[in-house]
């Protein structure tokens, strides 16, 4: 089933009504557990913007008009996984603030879909596993917020260091590096330079919807949004499970809601553990040996 919020599906031609629109601060109520402000780590690696560029002042402008009630979605959904994201791309040499191509791509939700791209970073199921995730009828690890985010760091620094341009990169990204290489043609193409050149339509949308999320999110106040507030995620005990468990009996060993198990491990596309070499099962913390108990058990039968 198709994603009906993506922005990666906006046209190119989008006329925006809301040119000039102000809109006073949209506030998101905070939980306790909620940390104020931005991780420093979060910018440490700016991107340049090319904040003149026509498209990306329309695109900025519609994140301040029709596409508010997305942004803010996103800014919810991003609230536990977010910093974990930057931190991973970062770790890869990715500046952090593309991050918000998964606000583009699916607004953070781990179970979007898009003729055939599924999870947080819209990754198709051949890259994904080239970029090493398990993808197969048992387990998409596209949904897990932190091996997806690890897939996607390798494939963006792997196309940024084919283009040397961060830009060049995202337009890879969502259209292939076979057509961002014609484009490119026979010289390096410079952050500066891209939009200079005949670049087609849908490149420029989709880098210009990246870019104008990057800039109101590096500013929020500036056009109208609240600065985010991150929640620390929740811990976990990862455990190796090398025999098929339903996840209703695994729940009761550990006296715990099924529903929880499934938060925990979004990667798994049954209620149950695959019955293969091994799935590394995440556990609420705490429950490691209670399980390691009945699991032992289990295994005796």
């Not at 057509?179 to 410079?190: D, E, N």
């Not at 699991?295 to 005796?300: A, G, K, L, N, P």
Request: hydrophobic residues 40%; proline residues 9%.
């Amino acid at each position: 089933m198709d994603f009906p919020g993506s922005l990666a599906s906006l046209p190119y031609g989008l006329e925006d009504p809301t040119r000039g629109f102000s809109a006073p601060p949209a506030v998101l109520p905070s939980p306790p557990d909620a940390l104020p402000g931005s991780p420093k780590v979060l910018w440490r690696n700016r991107i340049q913007i090319p904040i003149n560029e026509p498209l990306i002042k329309k695109y900025i402008r519609f994140y301040q008009g029709e596409g508010r009630s997305t942004v803010l979605d996103a800014l919810d959904n991003a609230r536990t996984c977010l910093p974990q994201m930057t931190e991973i791309l970062e770790s890869y040499g990715v500046p952090g603030e593309l991050v918000w191509v998964v606000l583009v791509e699916s607004r953070f939700e781990r179970h979007a879909s898009n003729k055939g791209a599924v999870g947080y970073w819209q990754l198709m199921a051949g890259t994904a596993r080239d970029m090493g995730l398990r993808v197969d009828r048992w387990v998409d690890e596209r949904k897990d917020p932190i091996k997806s985010t690890k897939a996607a760091a390798k494939y963006l620094k792997l196309l940024y260091e084919r283009y040397d341009s961060w830009l060049l990169a995202l337009a890879a990204y969502n259209a292939g590096a076979v057509p961002a290489s014609c484009v490119a043609g026979s010289r390096c193409v410079k952050d500066g330079e891209l939009y200079g050149r005949k670049l087609p339509a849908r490149f420029r949308a989709y880098v210009s919807k990246v870019m104008a999320a990057v800039a109101v999110l590096r500013e929020p106040e500036k056009y109208g949004f609240e600065s985010p507030k991150y929640i620390k995620p929740k811990g976990f005990d990862p455990v190796m499970v090398r025999s098929p468990l339903k996840l209703k009996e695994i729940a009761n060993w550990i006296d715990v809601p099924v529903r929880q198990l499934k938060e925990l491990n979004p990667s798994l596309r049954r209620d149950a553990v695959p019955p293969d070499s091994g799935f590394a099962l995440r556990l609420p913390s705490g429950s490691r040996e209670k399980f390691k108990f009945a699991y032992d058990v289990h295994t005796r039968r």
